[in-house]
């Protein structure tokens, strides 16, 4: 754990470094948020804030999880007595390989679907929401593939009950739905300055912990990692953002919070432990039901609420954008201690 929060810290600095350079560049190329006619009027002062400022936490991430592994394979074919000193530590590469490529294909797709709604043809829309979620489920279902079939992945873990259970191929169809739902709940949660990225910071140190307890020592120094280029990413996300992660950066972070449930048996508790990204989630899937629901049945759609996701709803009541972030953050807060409390109780 201790190097892990170093290299968290370290994470955190050379984010702080690319941020401004990104900004620059980000503006050179014109590269601005278009704001949805459709969203609160209050956001359309955003327009134009640069952004695919994901960059900035998938940046250090890589390159310190790279160098890590650079490092330890070399150290283990130059130094004597290495593999004694460090144990496995030569294998983080097949240890984290998965989460990186699912981080990278993700990132990916949201790059493109970020360009798309600022320079392409549907600019301010981006991809059409059909063709981006048969891609993301694509990806899912590989992914999931390779964690079962390759890496051996296929239990869960129950609070209270001391061994994780066995669940063989259910599992797959279970972490395609976990992998790609949460791809879209981080996705629906980047509405409000700081937002996506703090809840972001509480999930992966929550898992950071709970893979720590397991002794599962590369995805804790993945956690903290991730961690760590987060907060380094909010200092200029913060209200008044200077910059957006864009669908760069939370799709990519959505679907590793996934992958990294996965990894630690502990996804039962995901929910909890991101309870405001589902919250979210739940809140759009209920106003487009309704809507639909109440079309079809008096001619005329009624909301639920005033606007959705959840922190436009909030917005609409009349709530500041600090106010907003601050107090999810807080149930983000109670939430993750929860969810780690219930991770290790009865183990």
């Not at 490529?101 to 549907?122: E, K, N, P, S």
């Not at 949460?182 to 980047?190: E, G, S, V, Y």
């Not at 990519?252 to 589902?278: D, K, R, S």
Request: hydrophobic share 55%; glycine share 12%; net charge positive.
């Amino acid at each position: 754990m201790g190097i892990s929060l170093l290299m968290g810290g370290l994470a955190f600095v050379l984010a702080v470094a690319l941020g401004n350079p990104v900004i620059a560049q980000l503006k050179k190329y014109r590269i601005g948020k278009q704001i949805r006619i459709d969203g609160p009027s209050s956001h359309m002062t955003k327009t134009g804030t640069p952004t695919m400022g994901g960059l900035v936490f998938l940046v250090p991430v890589l390159l310190m999880i790279g160098g890590m592994y650079s490092y330890t394979r070399v150290g283990a074919r130059v130094l004597p007595g290495w593999r004694d000193q460090f144990g496995d530590m030569v294998l983080i590469g097949k240890s984290l390989i998965i989460p990186i490529a699912v981080m990278l294909a993700f990132a990916t797709l949201g790059a493109i679907d970020d360009y798309m709604g600022v320079r392409g043809v549907r600019r301010g829309e981006g991809m059409r929401g059909r063709s981006k979620a048969i891609i993301q489920l694509i990806v899912a279902t590989v992914a999931a593939l390779v964690m079962n079939l390759v890496a051996g992945y296929s239990r869960v873990g129950v609070p209270g009950i001391t061994e994780p259970i066995e669940l063989g191929f259910v599992w797959i169809p279970i972490a395609i739905f976990i992998i790609h739902g949460f791809a879209n709940a981080i996705n629906l949660t980047d509405g409000l300055d700081g937002l996506a990225a703090l809840i972001s910071f509480l999930c992966f140190t929550a898992y950071g912990v709970v893979s720590y307890l397991q002794e599962q020592v590369f995805v804790t120094m993945f956690c903290m990692v991730l961690s760590g280029s987060l907060l380094g990413f909010l200092w200029f996300n913060v209200h008044p953002a200077s910059m957006f992660m864009g669908d760069l950066g939370s799709e990519a972070l959505g679907a590793t919070l996934g992958v990294v449930a996965l990894m630690t048996g502990q996804w039962l508790l995901l929910p909890i432990i991101a309870i405001i990204p589902v919250a979210e989630t739940i809140c759009v899937i209920l106003q487009v039901g309704y809507f639909k629901l109440t079309k079809r049945k008096f001619g005329e759609g009624k909301r639920l609420f005033k606007m959705s996701p959840l922190h436009n709803h909030f917005v609409l009541l009349g709530w500041s954008e600090p106010q907003i972030v601050q107090r999810f953050w807080l149930i983000g807060i109670l939430a993750a201690m929860v969810g780690v409390g219930l991770a290790v109780f009865g183990n």
